[in-house]
DNA sequence: TAAATTTGACCTTT
DNA sequence: AAAGGTCAAATTTA
């Protein structure tokens, strides 16, 4: 067997036990950060799996789908790093959520995953004991938002829901403020960024603060020299531990509430990283929430290896990727 | 009463 | 042709 199968077969290994992890640990609220990981690893081994079996080197090996998921990449992507454009380009990935059930009452559906959905269709599946609901992001019609998801209840496990994500999120859901009122954060980053808060603790390596620019116009998005010898000084500076402190509606903001394009260009990047590339921007904001000032990091992604520059400021947060991607919060 | 859900019809894919 | 997915009118809910 050849390396990349020797991974996959791990990879899914690991999958199942993540999985297996999951339903042990219940609904205890105790450890509800801990089931925050478990489908963070999941999600991350799945994609690992994907990025391998879609490879040009690996043949795709029916094993993999032997688990729990079917694999998100055998028909998503034909090589690394070129999009087939015969297949639309869909993004899939499941989960399996467990039921909160109340005292008494059985609540028949899964617990709220932080975006709003409106269902759209139900339908009876040959061979399963229970209907397939289909649902569509709410703001579909108003910000052409395409994610989907279906939702299933386990044959096995009838507190178990099979929930699979189409499509990724480009809408930006804001509760209007109040006129004169600074906008609040979106809920969803809050939680986000909650969790990732609580969770993690991660290494950054510090920087003398810049001179906070108060208020001026914003920076816009583009690699400056500073930032490049800001980077070329850090490469000497040790390394800090920072623990964790909550993110709090002071620490972040979400673009202004206009209707400009800017808006949701920047936060669909975000998004995305709901689920792309999760660990990496969990490192990134996580650190941001710790150092609770103005502060440059460096780091090294788990997941490619490569190494991205991160400038944060609570005055100005502006967040650049190595690789181009960008991200751009305003407060 | 506007928004969300239900549900049978219709469309698409295999 | 049949199973899965979506539409949209009717109905329910907040």
Redesign the pocket.
């Known amino acids: 067997m050849e390396a990349a199968g020797w991974v996959v077969t791990e990879l899914s290994h690991i999958k199942k036990l993540v999985a297996q992890l999951e339903v042990h640990l219940g609904e205890s609220p105790d450890l509800c950060n801990c089931k925050h990981l478990t489908s963070q690893i999941f999600s991350l081994t799945e994609r690992s799996i994907g990025i391998i079996t879609s490879s040009d080197f690996c043949q795709k090996r029916s094993s993999i789908e032997a688990g729990l998921t079917p694999s998100p990449a055998s028909d998503v992507v034909d090589a690394p790093f070129k999009t087939n454009k015969k297949r639309k380009m869909m993004e899939k990935r499941t989960h399996q959520v467990r039921v909160t059930s109340g005292s008494g009452g059985e609540p028949m559906t899964p617990v709220d995953d932080g975006h ?12 399963a004991k229970h209907p ?1 609901g ?1 649902y ?1 992001c ?1 703001h579909r019609h108003s910000q052409g938002c395409t994610a ?1 998801k ?1 939702v299933q209840r386990s044959d096995l496990d009838p507190a178990l829901f099979d929930v699979i994500y189409l499509g990724t999120h480009t809408c930006v859901h804001r509760t209007s403020p109040a006129a004169g009122q600074p906008p609040k954060p979106n809920p969803d980053a809050r939680s986000f960024l909650q969790n990732l808060s609580a969770n993690l603790k991660v290494k950054t390596e510090g920087l003398a603060r810049p001179a906070s620019r108060r208020s001026g116009a914003p920076p816009l998005p583009r690699r400056s020299a500073s930032l490049r010898r800001r980077r070329a000084s850090a490469s000497h500076l040790s390394a800090a531990r920072f623990s964790s402190v909550p993110s709090t509606s002071e620490n972040w903001g979400v673009s202004p509430a206009t209707s400009d394009s800017n808006h949701v260009a920047s936060f669909a990047p975000f998004e995305a990283a709901d689920w792309r590339a999760q660990s990496e921007y969990q490192e990134v904001v996580s650190a941001l929430v710790a150092a609770g000032a103005p502060a440059a990091l460096r780091w090294t992604s788990t997941t490619t290896s490569s190494t991205s520059i991160f400038q944060a400021s609570l005055r100005d947060p502006l967040i650049m990727w190595e690789d181009s991607s960008l991200l751009l919060f305003s407060s």
Do not use: M, N
Request: glycine letters at 12%; proline letters at 0%; a positive charge.
């Open positions: 709003s959905w409106r269902k759209y269709g139900q339908k009876e599946i040959l061979g397939r289909y569509r709410t989907t279906q």
